[in-house]
């Protein structure tokens, strides 16, 4: 029996809009769970385009639809880059809430592009680098278990949907997509996590890049968040019981509060005697508030409702981060009289994606405005979004955190101890932040 993939009908009517003056190809948004899949939105990929080229078709709000629609018309599959593509999931799959994925691709076109194999050779092609590029961050990817490639004749007017369980087999399987016209009943999952950890970087230790710390730094955490515990509605739930069983017992049907408890180290281990003490020449400290914001259906299982929201702690951070990095324009190797360097990361506001209570991430560095993002997000996502749909005060800037409201009211912070961590570091009046601080390179020697 195959698999059955669920949406909602906008999203066939946006289906048969495409291909209608050339190929249109791009990324199916969505949740893959153990019985069923759900698709969420399609996301058109753009043809390649020059900087110059990109910055001014986003400037312009006043270019006609149709001028438009050529523009991200292919006039033939052997066109399509596979490494834009793949690019592309990348960038998306950043944005996406834990437990959501890159389902797969979609092309719409004026043939039935699944019967001929050149083409199925194709997207096998798009689908594989699309998959290598996912293995180079297994912390923004996670795990891809299923791909589908959807496909639509502008002339016939027939879509059909297939799944390619290995991609280098390429053997195609049938599925079984519904449009249905209720609204999926997506239920919001919410929590908050305070870090307040500092990493060591031994003397002896070769030296590594900013980039390459972080990336350690981003290992640590992830295995800390894969090892808490995690309480939905206040109780420890059975891994194989469906979220509906504990939403019968809430008034709020529509949001769960979800804390985690993170292990500390056992007394046993502390005292223990094999116990080294190594010499370290610096130190990174993570110090912040992450706000995460999953979604399921009621038939989703704790066990999988669990890892999503583990997933998209870890995503979340590592997309800060990724995209910090990349925006500094030289490493800083610190100097005699200014050893101390704070790194602040961009923060995270939520965007609803079209009229479903699903939110979409997107990232403002320090004094990027909101709609920045939506110009962004029009450009990745292919979609129109209203300022009205942006959550911005989830998280807020360290300069705004005096007048701002963010975050879960329900989330307990230990201010005192975190302005003691901060006044150690001698960065003085920064109270506890609700996006991620690294305070990287304080660079002290231990002897």
């Not at 110059?52 to 033939?76: G, R």
């Not at 050149?118 to 990817?141: C, D, E, G, P």
């Not at 209570?357 to 320090?366: A, G, I, K, Q, W």
């Amino acid at each position: 029996m195959g698999r059955t993939v669920i949406s909602e009908v906008f999203v066939r009517s946006r289906l048969t809009s495409f291909g209608t003056s050339g190929y249109e190809v791009g990324l199916i948004l969505g949740q893959s769970l153990e019985k069923e899949d759900y698709l969420v939105h399609l996301a058109r990929t753009p043809p390649p385009r020059t900087k110059n080229v990109v910055e001014e078709t986003l400037i312009s709000s006043s270019e006609d639809t149709d001028e438009n629609n050529l523009k991200k018309c292919f006039k033939s599959i052997r066109d399509i880059p596979e490494s834009w593509l793949a690019d592309h999931a990348n960038d998306v799959t950043r944005m996406l809430p834990g437990g959501m994925r890159i389902l797969g691709i979609f092309l719409a076109g004026p043939e039935d592009t699944l019967d001929n194999n050149a083409n199925v050779h194709k997207f096998r092609s798009i689908l594989l680098t699309i998959q290598r590029n996912f293995l180079l961050n297994k912390y923004l990817h996670g795990n891809n278990q299923h791909n589908f490639i959807l496909t639509y004749n502008s002339i016939t007017q027939r879509y059909v949907c297939k799944l390619v369980d290995d991609v280098k087999s390429g053997i195609l399987k049938p599925v079984d997509i519904k449009f249905r016209t209720q609204s999926i009943p997506w239920l919001e999952l919410e929590t908050a996590v305070n870090l307040d950890r500092m990493f060591c970087i031994a003397t002896n230790k070769e030296p590594e890049s900013l980039k390459q710390q972080l990336q350690e730094i981003l290992e640590d955490v992830s295995n800390m968040i894969d090892s808490a515990l995690v309480m939905i509605a206040g109780k420890i739930r059975s891994s194989n019981d469906a979220i509906e069983t504990v939403i019968a017992n809430e008034n709020n049907k529509n949001q769960l509060e979800v804390d985690l408890y993170i292990p500390c180290v056992s007394n046993e281990k502390s005292a223990s005697t094999d116990v080294k003490v190594k010499p370290s020449s610096e130190s990174m400290w993570l110090i912040g508030q992450l706000v995460s914001k999953t979604f399921v259906t009621g038939k989703t299982s704790i066990e999988e409702a669990t890892a999503a929201i583990k997933q998209d702690i870890v995503r979340s951070l590592a997309s800060r981060l990724e995209m910090h990095v990349d925006s500094l324009i030289e490493e800083e190797d610190g100097s005699p009289e200014e050893n101390i360097t704070l790194h602040e990361p961009p923060r995270r506001i939520l965007i609803h994606l079209h009229k479903s209570r699903v939110t979409l991430s997107s990232y403002l560095f320090p004094g990027e405005e909101p709609q920045e993002a939506l110009v962004y997000l029009q450009e990745l996502l292919d979609v129109d979004v209203e300022d009205l749909d942006i959550q911005k005060e989830i998280e807020c800037h360290a300069e705004a955190i005096d007048t701002c409201q963010c975050g879960p009211p329900s989330i307990p912070v230990n201010t005192e101890k975190i302005e003691n961590h901060l006044t150690t570091l001698h960065i003085i009046g920064l109270s506890i932040t609700v996006f991620i601080i690294v305070a990287a390179i304080l660079f002290h020697h231990l002897y």
